[in-house]
């Protein structure tokens, strides 16, 4: 095999490093930003559920008031049956009470079912405070090793972008354009092999004048239906 065509290799297997290196990190941060999401998400759902139990709690006040007018009302007819004369008015007072009592031993039931109902609430909304801190906790904590993870990354990356620079040394202007031209198009993949008489680029097979080109010489050979820089594997016919 050529030398250029080495380089070229070399060059291809530290591109693709760079880029997975690069792929990580994208990873990572969209990782980030997505637990974030679902924190804010929480929060405004707790947020909701507060505003929820305020109102209902308002509810539960309004009829404890009644509740107690109930109560009052009732003391007060109390008092004035001592006084009442007549059974007639007796017994229309008798039923006032009546009606009262019915009305209050009804908002109590509803009071009862209303505080079980906000006590139901009040646990979800704790639940969901826990959920949304021990979140927090572990986001905080992600994004320390993240951080650690990044720098390692690109200090890599600075290393193999070095490399490249050495390797770019080693090319003629012609083989860098072409590379270069390549690496950034083609999903960064410039340099293909050929197994089976197939351009592994692309999957498409290949005529025997390329597989021709490709023994013969030092010249830079293009698979003719991805225009990637072919190169024959050693154990290649
Ligand atoms: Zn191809």
Known sequence: MSERIEVLRRLQSINNKIRQLRKDKEYRRMDVQEKQRQIQYKKAALTEKQKEIKSFQKTIDIKELDLKTKEAEIQKFRVQLNIIKTNKEYNALLSEIKGREADKSILEDEILKRLSESELMDGEARKLAKEIDDEEKQLNEY??????????????????????????????????????????????????????????????GLTSQT?????????????????RILYLNENEE
Do not use: P, W
């Open 211 to 227: 597989i021709n080109l490709l023994m013969g010489g030092d010249k830079l050979v293009f698979c003719h239906n991805c225009g």
């Open 143 to 204: 994004l320390q090793t993240m951080e650690t993870e990044i720098t390692s990354f690109d200090k890599e990356i600075e290393t193999l972008q070095n490399d490249e620079k050495e390797f770019f040394a080693l090319l003629d202007e012609d083989a860098l354009y072409h590379y270069r031209r390549l690496v950034s198009h083609k999903d960064g993949i410039a340099v293909a092999g050929v197994s089976n008489h197939a351009c592994k680029g692309c999957n498409m």
